[in-house]
């Protein structure tokens, strides 16, 4: 064997993959590397038996995405935006991302800019423009009240 890579599951192994020496190359004829496979099937079955098998089916309904730009103080992180905007709406809300961080001149040294996206998503019905935008009315109360953001 010249190379390859082992696995394990909690510090057992249940498998390998490996490059086989050359010299087999040579004896047979072949021009390709030679790979070899082995797996512990017995330890494989008892894992998969053990294990809870969890799904959820896919929404049936679209998802919306709405983003803003919040002008904050400078001490406040993102971390911290998140947690207000899932506390805040825990049935719509399904992700929050930060896409820019804009700090300068323009807005003062003591403050930042964060452009934010939100994910809503119902999962029983198609979201109305009259939800979605009471939806982000709260999140924006939520924000100012909060940490004192205003709307850029």
């Known amino acids: 064997c010249r190379e390859g890579i082992r696995f394990t599951y909690q510090k057992q192994e249940i498998g390998q993959i490996l490059i ?3 010299k087999l ?9 030679i790979f070899y496979a082995e797996l ?12 809870k098998i969890q799904f959820r089916e896919i929404p049936k309904y679209p998802a919306v ?9 400078k001490s406040v992180s993102f971390d911290k935006m998140k947690e207000i905007a899932l506390r ?29 996206s939100f994910i809503l998503q119902d999962e029983s019905k198609t979201l109305e423009d009259k939800t979605i935008d009471k939806t982000m009315q709260k999140l924006i109360g939520a924000f100012e009240r909060e940490v004192g953001a205003k709307l850029r």
């Open 65 to 73: 995405r709405r983003d803003l730009a919040l002008l904050i103080d």
């Open 25 to 33: 190359n040579r004896m047979f004829d072949i021009p390709t590397d």
């Open 88 to 116: 805040s709406e825990k049935q719509l809300l399904k992700n929050v991302g930060l896409f820019d961080v804009y700090e300068g001149d323009k807005i003062g040294t003591d403050k930042k800019s964060y452009a934010m």
């Open 40 to 51: 512990d099937w017995e330890f494989l079955l008892k894992i998969y038996k053990q294990s």
């Open 20 to 22: 086989l020496d050359k």
